[in-house]
């Protein structure tokens, strides 16, 4: 049975401006910098359904924003985990805005957004991500809460169709499982993360390696 340890992994310590993450996505979450299709896919909803989710890459706005502290701090986190070893070029092109409008369908993350590199679906090194779920996808994500994430769980099947086996609520950054079945089905409202996507290890192997290293307590 798996447990609560390999589903998330909350970091209180790490520090992000929110007010400069509100700005950009003020200014930049509009229909030509943002994609409801990608995400459509993933979540197996009709782009046409209620008020589309959408995915928004740091990467596909006209501004640069690699100069932010808050990247350099992600790519230090990280610096050895292999997925995200490649530094703040690596990181900037995995990192996007995720925007929830209302209930979160139950879902696994795979497709080719959340591949550690997202124009290839390959991982750093060349190598098809080799998860569960085929070629592409990712095993957690970092999420970084910006704005109303904390008002509705996050939960976890044990299967598509099965019990609800675990719910976490965001309070700090957190690593979250992405690879067991997820979604949040009492979601009414807006909310909005910053998400890391491309890793391909295992969530509890992450933390773990965190904590010897000094950079989480
Ligand atoms: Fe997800």
Request: with cysteine.
């Amino acid at each position: 049975m798996i447990t609560s340890e390999e589903l998330y992994f909350d970091l209180p310590n790490f520090e992000y401006d929110r007010d400069t993450l509100l700005e950009i996505s003020d200014e930049y979450l509009k229909p030509q910098y943002s994609d409801i299709h990608r995400l459509s896919k993933v979540l197996g909803r009709k782009d046409t359904d209620r008020s589309p989710h959408c995915l928004m890459f740091f990467n596909d706005l006209p501004e640069d924003f690699r100069h932010l502290p808050l990247i350099s701090d992600i790519a230090e986190l990280f610096s050895n985990v292999g997925s995200q070893s490649d530094g703040v070029e690596g990181i900037y092109k995995r990192l996007f805005f995720f925007n929830v409008k209302d209930q979160l369908e139950w879902h696994i993350d795979d497709g080719e957004d959340y591949a550690v590199d997202p124009e290839l679906g390959l991982n750093h090194s060349g190598t098809a991500y080799s998860g569960p779920h085929g070629p592409t996808g990712r095993s957690f994500g970092f999420n970084i809460p910006i704005r109303g994430c904390a008002e509705a769980p996050t939960c976890w099947m044990d299967k598509f169709g099965g019990d609800i086996i675990c719910e976490h609520y965001y309070t700090s950054p957190a690593l979250i499982n992405t690879e067991q079945v997820h979604g949040s089905p009492d979601n009414q409202g807006e909310r909005l993360f910053l998400s890391l996507g491309g890793f391909y290890e295992g969530l509890r192997d992450v933390k773990y390696q965190l904590i010897r290293e000094g950079k989480v307590f």
